[in-house]
Protein backbone atom coordinates (compact mmCIF):
# COMPACT_ATOMS: atom_id res chain seq x y z
CA UNK A 1 0.00 0.00 0.00
CA UNK A 2 1.63 3.64 -0.79
CA UNK A 3 2.54 5.66 1.82
CA UNK A 4 3.87 9.47 1.77
CA UNK A 5 4.42 12.50 3.63
CA UNK A 6 6.25 15.24 3.27
CA UNK A 7 8.54 17.75 5.16
CA UNK A 8 8.45 21.62 4.35
CA UNK A 9 11.92 22.81 5.15
CA UNK A 10 13.17 26.47 5.81
CA UNK A 11 12.98 28.63 3.19
CA UNK A 12 9.65 26.88 1.76
CA UNK A 13 11.72 23.70 -0.02
CA UNK A 14 9.78 20.76 0.63
CA UNK A 15 11.40 17.02 1.18
CA UNK A 16 8.89 14.00 0.06
CA UNK A 17 9.14 10.52 1.03
CA UNK A 18 7.13 7.77 -0.49
CA UNK A 19 6.89 3.88 -0.04
CA UNK A 20 4.68 1.14 -1.45
CA UNK A 21 4.63 1.36 -5.15
CA UNK A 22 8.39 0.66 -6.40
CA UNK A 23 10.75 -1.57 -5.27
CA UNK A 24 8.27 -3.77 -3.20
CA UNK A 25 10.65 -7.36 -3.09
CA UNK A 26 13.32 -4.93 -1.26
CA UNK A 27 13.47 -5.07 2.57
CA UNK A 28 12.71 -1.38 2.49
CA UNK A 29 12.17 1.44 -0.29
CA UNK A 30 11.75 4.69 -0.83
CA UNK A 31 11.67 7.42 -3.26
CA UNK A 32 12.44 10.84 -2.24
CA UNK A 33 11.59 14.19 -3.86
CA UNK A 34 13.26 17.60 -3.53
CA UNK A 35 12.21 19.58 -6.09
CA UNK A 36 12.16 17.65 -9.55
CA UNK A 37 14.94 15.46 -8.09
CA UNK A 38 13.44 11.54 -7.99
CA UNK A 39 15.62 9.32 -6.01
CA UNK A 40 14.96 5.63 -5.40
CA UNK A 41 16.52 4.27 -2.28
CA UNK A 42 16.43 0.57 -1.68
CA UNK A 43 17.57 -1.40 1.89
CA UNK A 44 18.16 -5.58 1.41
CA UNK A 45 19.78 -7.40 4.01
CA UNK A 46 20.79 -11.41 3.98
CA UNK A 47 18.35 -13.38 6.26
CA UNK A 48 21.52 -15.70 7.97
CA UNK A 49 24.64 -14.22 8.98
CA UNK A 50 27.85 -14.64 7.45
CA UNK A 51 30.31 -17.11 8.98
CA UNK A 52 33.50 -16.28 9.64
CA UNK A 53 33.92 -12.72 9.90
CA UNK A 54 34.47 -9.80 12.32
CA UNK A 55 33.10 -7.19 10.83
CA UNK A 56 29.26 -5.61 9.37
CA UNK A 57 29.82 -6.19 5.36
CA UNK A 58 27.39 -3.14 4.42
CA UNK A 59 27.91 -1.93 0.35
CA UNK A 60 26.37 1.13 -0.79
CA UNK A 61 26.49 1.82 -4.28
CA UNK A 62 24.91 5.38 -5.75
CA UNK A 63 24.23 5.61 -9.32
CA UNK A 64 23.40 8.24 -11.60
CA UNK A 65 22.35 7.23 -14.42
CA UNK A 66 22.19 9.25 -17.74
CA UNK A 67 18.23 8.54 -18.30
CA UNK A 68 17.48 10.55 -15.46
CA UNK A 69 18.75 13.66 -17.43
CA UNK A 70 16.88 12.79 -20.18
CA UNK A 71 19.83 11.48 -22.14
CA UNK A 72 21.14 7.99 -23.66
CA UNK A 73 24.51 7.43 -23.48
CA UNK A 74 26.11 7.94 -27.40
CA UNK A 75 28.44 5.78 -29.55
CA UNK A 76 27.87 1.78 -30.13
CA UNK A 77 27.68 0.69 -26.77
CA UNK A 78 24.65 2.45 -25.06
CA UNK A 79 25.34 0.62 -21.17
CA UNK A 80 26.31 2.99 -18.63
CA UNK A 81 29.92 2.92 -17.33
CA UNK A 82 31.40 2.40 -14.49
CA UNK A 83 30.57 4.58 -11.47
CA UNK A 84 32.03 8.21 -11.64
CA UNK A 85 34.26 9.82 -8.51
CA UNK A 86 31.48 11.65 -7.60
CA UNK A 87 28.98 8.41 -7.79
CA UNK A 88 32.00 6.74 -5.53
CA UNK A 89 32.51 9.90 -3.12
CA UNK A 90 28.51 10.02 -2.63
CA UNK A 91 28.19 6.70 -1.88
CA UNK A 92 30.94 7.20 0.94
CA UNK A 93 28.81 9.98 2.32
CA UNK A 94 25.90 7.71 2.61
CA UNK A 95 27.69 4.91 3.92
CA UNK A 96 29.74 6.68 6.55
CA UNK A 97 26.68 8.03 8.78
CA UNK A 98 24.60 5.16 8.67
CA UNK A 99 27.25 2.10 9.45
CA UNK A 100 27.85 3.59 12.92
CA UNK A 101 23.86 2.67 13.76
CA UNK A 102 23.80 -0.73 13.14
CA UNK A 103 23.99 -2.93 16.05
CA UNK A 104 26.97 -4.63 17.62
CA UNK A 105 27.09 -8.30 16.14
CA UNK A 106 25.12 -7.59 12.97
CA UNK A 107 26.52 -9.76 10.30
CA UNK A 108 24.19 -9.84 7.72
CA UNK A 109 25.39 -8.74 4.34
CA UNK A 110 23.32 -5.47 3.49
CA UNK A 111 22.75 -3.68 0.35
CA UNK A 112 21.77 0.55 0.20
CA UNK A 113 21.45 0.94 -3.31
CA UNK A 114 20.51 4.44 -4.58
CA UNK A 115 19.43 5.48 -8.05
CA UNK A 116 18.78 9.00 -9.30
CA UNK A 117 15.63 8.46 -11.51
CA UNK A 118 14.77 11.58 -12.37
CA UNK A 119 17.58 14.85 -11.87
CA UNK A 120 16.96 18.87 -12.51
CA UNK A 121 19.81 21.19 -12.96
CA UNK A 122 19.14 23.31 -9.47
CA UNK A 123 19.26 20.86 -6.98
CA UNK A 124 22.02 18.14 -5.66
CA UNK A 125 21.10 15.14 -5.66
CA UNK A 126 23.05 13.70 -2.93
CA UNK A 127 20.61 14.90 0.16
CA UNK A 128 17.91 12.87 -1.42
CA UNK A 129 20.06 9.86 -1.47
CA UNK A 130 20.97 9.99 1.81
CA UNK A 131 17.98 10.98 3.22
CA UNK A 132 16.52 7.78 1.19
CA UNK A 133 18.38 5.52 2.62
CA UNK A 134 17.63 6.82 5.91
CA UNK A 135 14.46 6.11 5.48
CA UNK A 136 14.59 2.79 3.61
CA UNK A 137 16.68 0.98 6.44
CA UNK A 138 14.15 2.80 8.76
CA UNK A 139 11.13 1.13 7.41
CA UNK A 140 12.61 -1.59 6.79
CA UNK A 141 12.91 -5.25 9.05
CA UNK A 142 16.73 -4.35 9.39
CA UNK A 143 18.09 -3.69 12.57
CA UNK A 144 19.09 -0.21 11.95
CA UNK A 145 18.98 2.51 14.56
CA UNK A 146 17.47 5.21 12.78
CA UNK A 147 16.36 7.38 11.29
CA UNK A 148 18.92 9.60 10.34
CA UNK A 149 18.65 12.81 8.58
CA UNK A 150 21.01 15.02 6.00
CA UNK A 151 21.31 19.04 4.64
CA UNK A 152 23.21 21.07 3.05
CA UNK A 153 23.75 24.53 4.30
CA UNK A 154 24.64 27.62 2.35
CA UNK A 155 25.63 31.26 3.53
CA UNK A 156 24.36 33.26 0.80
CA UNK A 157 23.84 37.28 1.18
CA UNK A 158 24.84 36.82 5.20
CA UNK A 159 22.01 34.06 5.50
CA UNK A 160 21.46 30.51 5.64
CA UNK A 161 19.85 28.61 3.20
CA UNK A 162 19.14 24.81 3.45
CA UNK A 163 19.37 22.75 0.53
CA UNK A 164 20.91 25.73 -1.46
CA UNK A 165 20.37 25.23 -5.72
CA UNK A 166 23.64 24.94 -7.70
CA UNK A 167 23.12 29.19 -8.59
CA UNK A 168 22.66 29.76 -4.57
CA UNK A 169 25.90 27.71 -4.09
CA UNK A 170 27.92 29.74 -6.58
CA UNK A 171 27.56 32.66 -4.54
CA UNK A 172 27.91 30.98 -1.28
CA UNK A 173 30.76 31.49 1.03
CA UNK A 174 29.79 27.94 3.05
CA UNK A 175 28.72 24.53 1.79
CA UNK A 176 28.68 22.00 4.63
CA UNK A 177 26.46 18.74 4.81
CA UNK A 178 25.59 17.85 7.97
CA UNK A 179 23.94 14.59 9.08
CA UNK A 180 22.53 13.26 12.29
CA UNK A 181 19.89 11.76 14.20
CA UNK A 182 17.46 13.76 16.00
CA UNK A 183 19.50 13.47 19.58
CA UNK A 184 22.75 14.63 17.54
CA UNK A 185 25.04 14.96 14.78
CA UNK A 186 26.31 11.91 12.69
CA UNK A 187 29.03 13.00 10.11
CA UNK A 188 30.11 16.55 8.62
CA UNK A 189 31.90 17.21 5.58
CA UNK A 190 32.56 20.97 5.22
CA UNK A 191 34.35 23.75 2.36
CA UNK A 192 34.23 27.25 3.03
CA UNK A 193 35.59 30.56 2.13
CA UNK A 194 36.90 32.49 5.16
CA UNK A 195 33.97 32.77 7.83
CA UNK A 196 34.02 32.77 11.28
CA UNK A 197 34.15 29.78 13.89
CA UNK A 198 30.80 31.25 15.27
CA UNK A 199 29.40 31.22 11.27
CA UNK A 200 30.03 27.17 11.22
CA UNK A 201 28.88 26.57 14.40
CA UNK A 202 25.38 28.19 14.27
CA UNK A 203 25.44 26.56 10.36
CA UNK A 204 25.57 23.18 12.45
CA UNK A 205 22.98 24.07 14.88
CA UNK A 206 20.84 25.65 12.15
CA UNK A 207 21.12 22.15 10.17
CA UNK A 208 19.84 20.10 13.14
CA UNK A 209 16.98 22.04 13.30
CA UNK A 210 16.54 21.26 10.07
CA UNK A 211 17.14 17.64 10.83
CA UNK A 212 15.26 17.08 13.54
CA UNK A 213 11.81 17.85 11.13
CA UNK A 214 13.10 15.08 8.43
CA UNK A 215 13.55 12.51 11.27
CA UNK A 216 10.35 13.24 12.32
CA UNK A 217 8.55 12.59 8.92
CA UNK A 218 10.73 9.53 8.48
CA UNK A 219 9.32 8.15 12.23
CA UNK A 220 5.70 9.09 11.04
CA UNK A 221 6.36 6.74 7.16
CA UNK A 222 7.77 4.33 9.62
CA UNK A 223 4.52 4.14 12.48
CA UNK A 224 2.37 4.02 8.98
CA UNK A 225 4.73 1.43 7.01
CA UNK A 226 7.04 -0.07 8.51
CA UNK A 227 8.47 -4.08 9.41
CA UNK A 228 8.76 -5.28 13.03
CA UNK A 229 12.81 -4.66 13.48
CA UNK A 230 14.87 -7.71 13.22
CA UNK A 231 16.59 -8.97 16.52
CA UNK A 232 20.44 -9.19 16.80
CA UNK A 233 22.07 -11.21 19.63
CA UNK A 234 24.75 -9.19 20.77
CA UNK A 235 28.14 -10.67 20.97
CA UNK A 236 29.72 -12.19 23.60
CA UNK A 237 31.94 -10.55 25.96
CA UNK A 238 35.50 -12.03 26.57
CA UNK A 239 36.25 -10.81 30.04
CA UNK A 240 38.86 -12.79 30.70
CA UNK A 241 40.27 -12.04 27.69
CA UNK A 242 39.56 -8.11 28.80
CA UNK A 243 40.93 -9.33 32.00
CA UNK A 244 44.05 -10.07 30.15
CA UNK A 245 44.81 -6.81 28.28
CA UNK A 246 44.22 -4.61 31.48
CA UNK A 247 46.15 -6.37 32.99
CA UNK A 248 49.40 -5.79 30.50
CA UNK A 249 48.47 -2.28 29.97
CA UNK A 250 47.70 -1.26 33.06
Do not use: W
Not at 130 to 153: M, W, Y
Amino acid sequence: MKQEISVELAGGKRLSFETGNLAKQAHGAAVVRMGDNVVLATGVANAEPREGIDFFPLTVDYREYTYAGGRIPGGFIKREGRPSEREILTSRQIDRPIRPLFPDGFRCETQVIAFVLSADTENDPDVAAINGASCALTISDIPFQGPIGAVRVGLVNGGFVVNPTYSEMRDSLLNIMVVGTAEGIVMIESGAKEVKEETVVDAIEFAHTEIKKICGAINELRDKAGKPKRQVEPPEFDQAYYNDLKSRIG
